[in-house]
């Protein structure tokens, strides 16, 4: 059941990237962040209101509960990477950031995952993905230091999903979220008074960019956290990344096609190279018996 949901939590990963990216584009990054931690908060602790959720016994490390500040590194990068890169390259880009961040995480057993080790026989499917995230990059010169985050943007996620479903396991997916939303903003609030923007027509652009964009980020927001939550300690890293990437490459292509941009059957022709690596990869996985 997790392994069949992953693609539609992909999917809106990719859509919720969409609408924050425009979204800082019209009103600026600091002041969407915030907006987007706000929002996630208040939503978040409408859900704890009804749904009371129990603490397990044990403690936890205080590098579980920093998920929400790698989170706020996820929107800035997000919405750079976006902005200049446009969905399908943006994608495929931080793919390749969360395919070696998965394998990392699964190869060392961060914060006391169950470890998979890397395998000589599974180093053709990622060399495979990573040769289809080459296809779709098209043209490299120019767009170096937007690529560089695009490939930081996936890496980051991959660690503050562990973080996040870490905590969810001993604290509840919601309260979890809570303090993920609660750490982001007091990260986004530390950022604003250290860099002062201009905050005076701050609620005319809030208006003016209308309800889905303001309030569809922190609401998309809490919907992947509680879903990756769940997700993530039920499957390997690795086979995570790989359904959640399927939701994401075909959600990305579609928004390039709606927006105007295109998709070029070079890029289609990418995001299949790279779903036949991850898949080899896969199969190597359970020939072995690593995944669940």
Known sequence: MYAAFAPLVGAIITLMNALNSRFAILVGSLLSTLALHVVGLAAVSLVLLVK?????????????????????????????????????????LALLGQTLCSVAVDATGFLGKRKYRLSLRQLPGIALAIAGVAIMAERWEGHAPAMFVALISGALPVISISLNSELGGKI???RSARINFLVGLAATLVLIAAFRPPLAGAVGALASAGPVLVLGGGIMGLLV?????????????????????????????????????????????GILVVLAGLAAKAWADKARGDTH
């Open 172 to 174: 509840g997916v919601f």
């Open 52 to 92: 009371k959720e129990e603490r397990r016994p044990g403690r936890l490390p205080i590098l579980a509960y920093s998920g929400g500040l790698v989170g706020v590194g996820v929107v800035f990068a997000c919405n750079y990477a976006f902005s200049v890169l446009g969905a399908s390259l943006a994608v495929a």
């Open 225 to 269: 956290v509680g879903a990756t939550n769940l997700i993530f300690p039920r499957l390997s890293a690795f086979s995570a990344v790989i359904l959640i990437f399927s939701g994401q490459a075909l959600a990305g292509a579609a928004l390039d096609a709606f927006s105007g941009l295109g998709v070029s059957p070079r890029r289609i022709t």
